[in-house]
T-cell receptor, first 113, second 112 residues
Framework: DAGVIQSPRHEVTEMGQEVTLRCKPI?????LFWYRQTMMRGLELLIY????????DSGMPEDRFSAKMPNASFSTLKIQPSEPRDSAVYFC???????????FGQGTRLTVV | SQQGEEDPQALSIQEGENATMNCSYK?????LQWYRQNSGRGLVHLIL?????REKHSGRLRVTLDTSKKSSSLLITASRAADTASYFC????????????FGKGTRLHILP
């Protein structure tokens, strides 16, 4: 398996634009997580899914953020409209079941100017 | 919100020395995990310890867990330059054992 695949690796966009981040989890993993990492706030859990169903989105900062998982092999995190304070590295991770390790993608570095 | 909190925030040691990092958490857990992150990369899982375990080893890594104190430690023995990275502890929560929350990490720098 190629691991968790995220795209794009880097994204630079202007304030107000829509941004879509993509993630392909490891095949057979039931859980998918979206995290945001900044120097100030560390690694924050935004939302996670179990069997494609959102379980906890309490970490989503604002209504501008939305996430979907239309099938077991694909998830998106959308920011609309984007703001400079959304600049961060966004990670997707997946795991097979409870009390197991999570596997992380390489992240998407988002810069909003 | 962060569940775990690592200590120290940063650590510099000479190559060959042992490095110890600590993690404290707030709520009851089912398991605790340690991850490593090299600069600009994703996190890599190192070791998982369950709440009914007290100590676990993996190569040069030794993890301890004290649930009465809600704390864990990660010991890296005979450190190498390649161990330079950030180290994070992550916890689930009893009753919510599918949710993984990370601390802010310890930045470890191994001096040649």
């Amino acid at each position: 398996d190629a691991g968790v695949i995220q795209s794009p690796r880097h994204e630079v966009t202007e304030m107000g634009q829509e941004v879509t981040l993509r993630c392909k989890p490891i095949s057979g993993h039931d859980y998918l997580f979206w995290y945001r990492q900044t120097m100030m706030r560390g690694l924050e859990l935004l939302i996670y899914f179990n069997n494609n169903v959102p379980i906890d989105d309490s970490g989503m900062p604002e209504d501008r953020f939305s996430a979907k998982m239309p099938n077991a092999s694909f998830s998106t995190l959308k920011i609309q409209p984007s703001e400079p304070r959304d600049s961060a590295v966004y990670f997707c991770a997946s795991k097979k079941t409870v009390i197991t390790e999570a596997f992380f993608g390489q992240g998407t570095r988002l810069t909003v100017v | 919100s962060q569940q775990g909190e690592e200590d120290p925030q940063a650590l510099s040691i000479q190559e060959g020395e042992n490095a110890t990092m600590n993690c404290s958490y707030k709520t009851s857990i089912n398991s605790l995990q340690w991850y490593r992150q090299n600069s600009g990369r994703g996190l890599v899982h190192l070791i998982l310890i369950r709440s009914n375990e007290r100590e676990k080893h993996s190569g040069r890594l030794r993890v301890t867990l004290d649930t009465s104190k809600k704390s864990s430690s990660l010991l890296i023995t005979a450190s190498r330059a390649a161990d330079t990275a950030s180290y994070f502890c992550a916890t689930d929560q009893r009753g919510r054992d599918d949710k993984i929350i990370f601390g802010k990490g310890t930045r470890l720098h191994i001096l040649p």
